[in-house]
């Protein structure tokens, strides 16, 4: 079993930063890769980035360049560093423990309980 807990969401204006951070447990934590994804408003959850025990980096194309995920392994945390904020980032984030690198979410193995982000105008 995976615990991930999720916080640091919040109300952001356009073009500003927000990181979020995944709390991790489990005796097996180190065997996955801790992703995030996100669920926008009327819209299907998608992948964001990932991150493998040894810190290898995974990110979709409409955060790369603007979004950093990282591992602290010594506090168990995952933190996902997002900056020039858009309105379409607006969304739920779920951190998640997955063994395949598919990102699909019918892959994911344990989720969070989501955090809210919303980038105003």
């Known amino acids: 079993q995976v615990q991930l807990v999720e916080s640091g969401g919040g109300l952001v204006q356009a073009g500003g930063s927000l990181r979020l951070s995944c709390a991790t447990s489990?005796?097996?934590?180190?065997?996955?890769?801790i992703a995030w994804f996100r669920q926008p408003p009327g819209k299907e959850r998608e992948f964001v980035a990932a991150?493998?025990?040894?810190?290898?980096?995974y990110y979709a194309d409409s955060v790369s360049g603007r979004s950093t995920i990282s591992r602290d392994n010594a506090k168990n945390t995952v933190f996902l560093q997002m900056n020039s904020l858009k309105p379409e980032d607006t969304a739920v984030y779920y951190c998640a423990a997955t063994l395949r690198t598919t990102w699909s979410i019918n892959n994911v193995d344990f989720w969070g309980q989501g955090t809210q982000v919303t980038v105003s105008s």
């Open positions: 991150i493998s025990w040894t810190g290898t980096r």
């Open positions: 489990g005796r097996t934590v180190s065997r996955y890769y």
